[in-house]
């Protein structure tokens, strides 16, 4: 048995080998097929970018921030409101801010003012806070003081103030009908002097120096809006512009009126006169699903053939349809809907837009939408947070762009055959160059990067967001990689992930620098 055995577990094993052996054979000769069958392939060449650094399509006016709003907390009770909760009634435009005695919260609300470098901060009081009677005024009440805080904020951070009375909300100068939240000013003129009285206080006795534009109120033009007459239907700020106009030049305050500030670009009211010359710039709401880069466009092409800027003044992107909601849950803070905010801000500077203020800095979160950039409020305690911290993602997917955009740059000429990516560059008026590549697909995307017309070597570091790493809790926005590109050689190679954010900037932060607001 044993002889008998032996030798055939032998054989048996000579022909397992032998196959074997065959098999490998085969797979080795069926790869080599394959590799010249598609030796001849092409292979797919990188998407050109090419920045022309001596082409400026436009310079901008403003720069990049987000609303930070005044009032608060109080939330009052409204009679006549037409449909409207008395809770979220005036949206979610107050109650954003920590108490004035939460001392080390308020540190950290300018610390991360800072850290986003915010440039261009759209400020938002309403009449109550500083004239709740005709002619007396309270200028020492928590709202003012906390106005007082953020203005000091954007003074020492070198910001420009697009200051906006959002709604009047006072019982004495509303029409009988409508409620003082919805109301147009019965009196125009006394709007028109206490409006240009508190500027007159801010500018002249408190000395700010920031407060560059002033919006008269919030989405007028609208049957639901803030400007109403007494039939609740809406009328025209016009007067009010005129008269606010000529109580400013009598103390002398060379502040600019804008306006329309629309709730949508897309809105159409006759009571708005684009061609008055009281209109020292033009204004608008994005809150599309897409950036709406053709109406961007319109407006911008419009005050700019007056020689006004166009302000996107509030811009944001409501949960809904849009083009990356397929990958997270959209809601106003979901990365998704960061990424449509990139492409409005890309986009739109490119097409003209000279100022960009998404909504918000800080929110309360539980009235119309997440829209904080930083967390203040505890929305299941419903108290404040003693110390402010980021809400991560819109945190520093916006972060990635306000950081490296100092206020009044240069858009330069750039283009990509790339449907897939949104870039734009900026020159500041120091010399420093920006290039923002959104990368929309869900693939990877091979990129060169060229530069046309430069004359001197520069040194690009990189930045990035992808919607893994800023989950990380250990994320730290530090440069990545640097490049080197010189006249003789004036392009760089490079892969961005699927739906990435990137930055190629000669500005080199490291995530404990603050962020860059005019240069």
Aim: net charge negative; with cysteine.
């Amino acid at each position: 048995m044993q002889t008998y055995f032996r030798p055939n577990v032998a054989s048996r094993m000579r022909v397992l080998t032998v196959a074997m052996l065959l098999s490998i054979f085969l797979l080795f000769e069926s790869a080599g097929s394959m590799r010249s069958q598609t030796s001849n392939a092409p292979v797919p060449q990188p998407s050109e970018i090419r920045i022309d650094v001596s082409r400026v399509k436009h310079t901008m006016a403003g720069g990049a921030g987000a609303s930070w709003h005044a009032m608060g907390p109080t939330a009052y009770w409204y009679e006549e409101l037409g449909g409207r909760d008395n809770r979220n009634s005036r949206g979610s435009g107050w109650g954003g801010n920590p108490p004035l005695e939460y001392q080390e919260a308020w540190n950290d609300l300018e610390h991360h003012f800072r850290w986003l470098g915010l440039d261009f901060v759209r400020v938002e009081i309403d009449m109550r806070m500083y004239e709740p009677e005709r002619g007396k005024f309270d200028w020492d009440n928590t709202q003012m003081q906390t106005l007082y805080r953020i203005l000091d904020a954007c003074q020492k951070n070198n910001a420009d103030v697009f200051f906006t009375q959002m709604w009047a909300d006072v019982e004495w100068n509303a029409f009988a009908g409508i409620g003082r939240l919805r109301s147009a000013p019965k009196s125009v003129e006394d709007f028109a002097q206490g409006l240009a009285t508190l500027m007159d206080h801010l500018t002249n006795t408190k000395h700010y120096t920031c407060i560059r534009w002033l919006c008269i109120s919030n989405e007028p033009g609208a049957q639901w809006s803030w400007w109403q007459d007494a039939d609740g239907k809406p009328l025209s700020i016009m007067p009010a512009l005129r008269a606010v106009r000529a109580e400013l030049d009598k103390r002398g305050l060379a502040i600019g009126l804008s306006g329309p500030d629309w709730s949508s670009m897309g809105q159409d009211s006759p009571d708005f006169d684009f061609n008055d010359k009281t209109v020292a710039a033009f204004d608008a709401h994005n809150y599309a699903y897409f950036p709406n880069t053709n109406l961007q466009k319109l407006w911008a092409d419009k005050a700019h053939a007056r020689g006004l800027p166009f302000f996107q003044s509030e811009f944001g992107d409501w949960a809904g349809d849009n083009p990356f909601s397929n990958r997270t849950s959209s809601t106003p803070k979901s990365y998704s809907n960061q990424l449509v905010n990139a492409e409005k801000v890309i986009q739109g500077m490119n097409v003209g837009v000279d100022g960009f203020n998404r909504w918000s800095f800080t929110n309360r979160g539980d009235l119309d939408g997440e829209w904080q950039l930083v967390r203040t409020f505890d929305t299941n305690s419903w108290q404040y947070f003693k110390r402010v911290v980021p809400e991560p993602v819109p945190y520093y997917s916006y972060g990635i762009l306000t950081r490296f955009l100092a206020k009044h740059s240069a858009v330069l000429e750039s283009e990509t055959a790339n449907t897939d990516l949104a870039t734009a560059a900026l020159l500041s008026s120091k010399g420093n160059l920006t290039v923002y590549i959104l990368n929309k697909s869900d693939a990877d995307a091979n990129i060169d990067l060229v530069f046309t017309n430069l004359k001197s070597s520069r040194t690009l570091y990189k930045y990035q967001v992808t919607e893994s790493a800023i989950s990380d809790a250990h994320f730290e926005m530090n440069p990545l990689r640097q490049f080197e590109v010189t006249p003789r050689e004036p392009s760089t190679k490079d892969k961005l992930p699927p739906t990435s954010i990137t930055v190629y900037s000669t500005y080199r932060l490291m995530h404990s620098d603050p962020g860059i607001s005019s240069d």
